[in-house]
């Protein structure tokens, strides 16, 4: 995950090289204040309606607001905010922030270089989508199966999944603890204690659905011990086993818990870097 892509010297004088863009450039920089944290810089719109003016302080400076990421047990979250989930990592926080704000007073906007030399490290980068492209999301999810489905895909193969693998009367599905990450080369899943395999990976041609079940609270899954556990929301791709061939096998996955929702994230991540290459993708 090639952070760099976005976090840059904490000396970066990351005031002065903000306060003539729009709002919604931002800067990462590493904590001096926070050992293991981030100082998000961003240019906002318009000062909080909490925060005073400052007299003799031109209004550009202060429309230059800071934030902390901090980091968790399961990732990093905004500090200071009770209302913005986990995110697995600094690179899902910031491709979820540049869809919705949640907490901050507006949206990243990637940044949009054009051409001319620019002192910060997104000028390695000439358009938003290659500054996406750089980009990888990972987090640690529940796997439950992976189902055979002949030629099926879309919806159809994701809830013919469910069927099988809650099926009434059956046991709880056992799960184990994997790594899923995705970037613009495809999903790759770890089970990084090898219980049931090593490692799937999936070329981004050979996938043509994800899914995502919202019927939160309705499933319940195993450990690999088979002790009931908690999960959150229930989703899983479809992809061919072979690039050119006509069988797809369904991967299903649950969220570790509510609040870390790495399942929007990966689907959005991947549905975009499709539509950036001129693919379609079905998704719900």
Known sequence: MLLISFIIARYFPAIQYLKDKPAGSFVIRNSA???????LTLKVSQVPDNVPLTTGKPLRYQLVRHFIIEPTAKGVQLKGSPVEPVFASLSAFVYQHTITPLSLPCQLVLPNIDGTLDVCVCSFFKSPTAFLLMLQTDCNVLYIDSLDMESLTGPDALQKALDVIFAKGSALPKTILVNIAASSQGITVTDNERRKFFRYSYPLNSITYLGLDNQEDKWKVADYDGQARACGRVFGFVAKKSVGGTDNVCHMFAELD??????????????????????????T
């Open 33 to 39: 204040t926070y050992p293991g944290a981030y100082g």
């Open 258 to 283: 509510a609040r870390q929702n790495p399942a929007q994230t990966l689907i959005e991540f991947i549905t975009t870097i499709m539509k950036n290459e001129g693919r379609q993708v079905t998704r």
